[in-house]
């Protein structure tokens, strides 16, 4: 079993930046594929960005493509979303995933099986 849990969300002003962190403990977190997904009220969880375990793939929704970078310290088991030109769309609850297939990144949510539960990002105008 793997714990996830999220921090670094926040209210700040549209351009501005976060980067949100994602701590796991229980079994080995480097042979996991991470991957962060939002949801914003009323709306579907939706794929943000995604990492495997080797850090040599990466893959992001085309809504943040230049804004985000995901990255991964397998030292200190935490995954990161560096949030810049943060936009009010953007504002959702953001959610961290893993898998035990570490070699995809999966851009949707079935191949995850393990979330943590989510840390508020709200974007002002």
Not at 10 to 27: T, W, Y
Not at 82 to 106: F, H, R, W
Request: hydrophobic share 35%; glycine share 10%; aromatic share 10%.
């Amino acid at each position: 079993q793997v714990q996830l849990v999220e921090s670094g969300g926040g209210l700040v002003q549209a351009g501005g930046s976060l980067r949100l962190s994602c701590a796991a403990s229980g079994r080995t977190f480097s042979t996991y594929s991470m991957g962060w997904f939002r949801q914003a009220p009323g709306k579907e969880r939706e794929f943000v960005a995604a990492i495997s375990w080797s850090r040599r793939s990466t893959r992001y929704a085309d809504s943040v493509k230049g804004r985000f970078t995901i990255s991964r310290d397998n030292t200190k088991e935490t995954v990161y979303l560096q949030m810049n030109s943060l936009k009010p769309e953007d504002t959702a609850v953001y959610y961290c995933a893993a898998t035990n297939v570490g070699s995809i990144v999966a851009v949707t949510t079935g191949p995850y099986d393990h979330w943590g539960q989510g840390t508020q990002v709200t974007v002002s105008s």
